[in-house]
């Protein structure tokens, strides 16, 4: 199993990235997906989380309206659209998956403690 995030960089702020997390290894149809960040000094925290289904999906309150995750299963391809960037965004992100079509037992937990496979990360820098 392997999961590939890509698309980070440096931007100034108000300006946006895609992410893209591509996977291989097993059938993205049947896994949620979950994009976390994790930045110098501080946890990793959950940033966005989609069922297999994309019914459920979750969004960190600081990223809630700026950020959009979509999936492409044909593709095997997860995307988080970040827009409106700000300074405190700046992080490297991973993206997971856990072994199963749900992020959580509930749509409104995020939690990198139940992902079971993850990628390496991809830096985001955001200047003021």
């Known amino acids: 199993v392997q999961l590939q995030a890509s698309g980070g960089g440096l931007v100034q702020a108000g300006g946006s990235l895609r992410l893209s997390c591509a996977v291989s290894?097993?059938?993205?149809?049947?896994?949620?997906i979950g994009w976390f960040r994790q930045a110098p000094g501080k946890e990793r925290e959950g940033v966005s989380c989609v069922s297999s289904s994309g019914v459920w999906i979750y969004y960190a309150d600081s990223v809630e309206g700026r950020f959009t995750i979509s999936r492409d299963n044909a593709k095997r391809t997860v995307y988080l659209q970040m827009n409106s960037l700000k300074p405190e965004d700046t992080a490297v992100y991973y993206c997971a998956a856990p072994d199963g079509p749900h992020y959580s037992s509930s749509a409104r937990v995020c939690d990198y403690k139940n992902m079971d496979y993850w990628g390496k990360g991809t830096q985001v820098t955001v200047s003021s």
């Open positions: 290894g097993f059938t993205l149809d049947y896994h949620a």
